[in-house]
């Protein structure tokens, strides 16, 4: 780990355009955040706004091909994208891609945009407006292991620049940065800590996730609950953390050849006919059995076994799309007190 | 790293057998560009296999002969929703594709050499026909087993002509959901589900069977597994072959979960021990 002291974020950003493509979160007249790609340096990243969609799409594509069949072989289409960098990602985004990490390690579609991703995480100074980074360790200060820069604003417009990988190191190579004295670090943490501080009070998450695994939320709970999912897909969608898809094949005929691919597209748990058989048989035809599926995902012990945290990174996005009826916030609330 | 390439096969021939199913074979086509990507030589009795027919998509089956040194296997495939009508028009010698094995077959150590009893219902059959034939080769002097096979009627009893060779070396339990009014039941049959005939099929031990094996339609199976444990075996020697939808058998899509399982990965075989908190 290496500590450096930048006045002007322009020539870190100039710099890594040199050899990346690089996506920036950018905000438009309505408020409305969006990772966008940028062609210059300029534009300072935003603190604690997080962007209406996450991350996860640059790894997991919302639909892409997996094969071709010519007629008689079939062949892979693994994506060869140009090196990019995320600049200027939030903590629980980060996190939510090392979940996704573990989840793909073996998905060669996954990986191949993975490995040419370079991801430069954003300290959240401040609380956002939904999140609740803290309660589930994902945030607000970057971790470690989850980015391969970190930048963190300082007082006086200054920036601290923290390489946390070698892919960090070299990336920031030929760039002229001066050493940072380590009591900054020290002030970071203390950042961190008071942000941490002005989270509102959070505990009838952590209640709710205990109540959650103590298995004795009664089934009729989640009916209640469900009776209110439309199975619009928006949570699922928008979670950086879910990671269902389908498949389907497309026919492409020119007058030379016919070409089918096999792609697969994000799906959603929540939908009626997510497990569906051919024979009809549904073994989730019960909605209340999909929304309780939905948070034991986020939050059972099975998961956190596997992964070592939870399937929840606290950005509070499902909130967002689906107020007062299934987003965090309302589910966690009403566990506490109706289930 | 996973593949989620198929390898191509070949259509080589079919047979029907009761109502809307069909005996496929299917040949591996080593095209020298593409040497085949999966070890389709491990294929374990109970393990399953992604069919791909081109411009539909792909679909679970099990193998009921497992893929040879000539590359040829074997599948029984009933006629359900668009993937598999469309295979039932397709000419023999047609391209298709396979990647395979997959999941977690019979426990072979818990029944070679074992009393078994064996449930299955209408096409569950299929998964267990690689693993009759083979306890059947193998066949120890004291050993017995006993299989009990349900069918909705006479018309849709699927393995006639394995079930007539097996009938020799096991005894067989048929059962009818409905039976016409004039048929006359023959020695081994009798009207009901399977579960109207485990007692009787259990009596037939003079030792109690050491391991069940399970395949069919779920409550059936979870019925069927009650009743055994009534009968006095044990939660871990009771084996069930659990059908979800599959769309990548890799454990990535999720459709197949069951609680915090991938039923691709996971099983598609669990121990009556490992399901009972799960259903
Ligand atoms: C481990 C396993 C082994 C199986 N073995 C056999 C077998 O030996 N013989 C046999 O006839 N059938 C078997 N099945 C069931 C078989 O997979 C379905 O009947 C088949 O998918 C129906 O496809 P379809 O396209 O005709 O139906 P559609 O309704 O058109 O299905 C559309 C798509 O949904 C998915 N799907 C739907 N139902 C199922 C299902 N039950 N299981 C998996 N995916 C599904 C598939 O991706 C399919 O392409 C097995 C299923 C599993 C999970
Ligand atoms: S949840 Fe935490 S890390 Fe995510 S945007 Fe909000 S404050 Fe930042
Ligand atoms: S469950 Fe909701 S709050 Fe948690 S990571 Fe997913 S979208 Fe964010
Ligand atoms: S079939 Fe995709 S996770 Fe099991």
């Known amino acids: 780990m290496e500590i450096y002291l930048l006045d002007n974020l322009d020539l870190l950003q100039q710099h890594l355009l040199i050899q990346h493509q690089l996506y920036q979160v950018i905000e438009d007249d309505n408020g409305q955040c969006s990772w966008q790609q940028q062609t210059k340096e300029g534009n300072a990243p935003l603190i604690a706004k997080l962007p209406q969609s996450s991350a996860k799409d640059f790894f997991f594509a919302e639909h892409e091909n997996l094969l071709i069949f010519n007629g008689e072989y079939f062949q892979e289409t693994l994506p060869k994208p140009a090196p990019f960098v995320l600049f200027g990602a939030l903590s629980c985004d980060l996190t939510a891609i090392s979940y996704q990490d573990k989840f793909f390690k073996d998905d060669p579609y996954y990986q191949a945009r993975r490995q040419h991703c370079l991801l430069v995480g954003l300290d959240c100074v401040r609380p956002c407006q939904q999140g609740f980074c803290p309660t589930v360790d994902a945030g607000p200060g970057v971790r470690e292991q989850s980015a391969d820069i970190i930048l963190h604003p300082l007082e006086n417009q200054q920036w601290l620049v923290i390489t946390t990988s070698d892919k960090g190191s070299e990336a920031v190579k030929g760039l002229a940065l001066s050493v940072a004295h380590w009591h900054l670090l020290t002030q970071r943490d203390l950042v961190l800590h008071q942000c941490e501080q002005d989270f509102p009070d959070n505990t009838y998450i952590t209640q709710a996730i205990d109540k959650l695994n103590s298995g004795e939320i009664k089934d009729s709970f989640w009916q209640q609950l469900a009776v209110q999912c439309l199975g619009c897909s928006g949570c699922t969608t928008l979670c950086p953390t879910c990671s269902c898809y389908s498949t389907r094949s497309i026919t492409v005929e020119s007058e030379q050849k016919k070409v089918i691919k096999q792609q697969r597209f994000w799906d959603s748990c929540l939908y009626e006919g997510f497990q569906r058989e051919a024979s009809f048989h549904n073994p989730s035809s019960d909605a209340g059995k999909r929304v309780q599926r939905f948070w034991h995902h986020k939050f059972g012990n099975e998961f956190f076994t596997e992964f070592n945290r939870h399937g929840c990174v606290g950005c509070g996005r499902c909130e967002q799309t689906c107020p007062g009826v299934i987003g965090i916030h309302s589910v966690m609330k009403r566990i506490n007190s109706d289930a | ?279």
């Open chain 2, 1 to 279: 790293m996973l593949n989620h390439t198929p390898d191509a096969i070949e259509l080589v021939d079919y047979i029907d057998d009761g109502e809307k199913a069909r005996h496929y074979q299917f040949r591996l086509r080593n095209i020298t560009s593409q040497a085949t990507t999966y070890d389709w030589q491990s294929a374990q009795p109970g393990q399953f296999f992604m069919l791909n027919v081109p411009s539909i998509g792909e679909a679970a089956f099990t193998f009921t002969e497992p893929p040879n040194e000539q590359g040829e296997f074997r599948a029984l495939i009933r006629q359900m929703g668009k993937l598999t009508h469309t295979l039932f028009t397709l000419p023999k010698g047609e391209i298709l594709g396979a990647r395979g094995p997959f999941g977690h077959g019979w426990p072979l150590e818990e029944i070679i050499g074992k009393n078994i009893i064996i449930i299955a219902g209408g096409c569950g059959l299929a998964p267990l026909v690689n693993l009759i034939n083979g306890l059947i080769d193998n066949l120890a002097d004291d050993q017995r087993v006993v299989l009990v096979y349900g069918a909705q009627s006479k018309r849709a009893q699927l393995l006639s002509p394995e079930r007539e060779r097996w009938q020799a070396h096991i005894k067989i339990y048929n059962t009818l959901n409905e039976i016409k009014d004039q048929y006359t039941l023959a020695e081994n049959e009798s009207q009901g589900t399977p579960l109207d005939i485990i007692d009787t099929a259990m009596s037939a031990f003079t030792k109690p069977p050491a391991t069940a094996l399970l395949c069919g339609p779920e409550i059936m199976m979870y019925r069927a597994a009650k009743q055994l444990v009534n009968k006095g075996m044990t939660n871990d020697a009771i084996f069930l072959a659990i059908e979800r939808r599959m769309h990548c058998a890799v454990g990535l899509c999720g459709h197949c979960y069951l609680h915090e399982h991938y039923v691709c990965k996971k099983g598609p075989t669990f121990s009556w021990q490992e399901l009972q908190s799960l259903v």
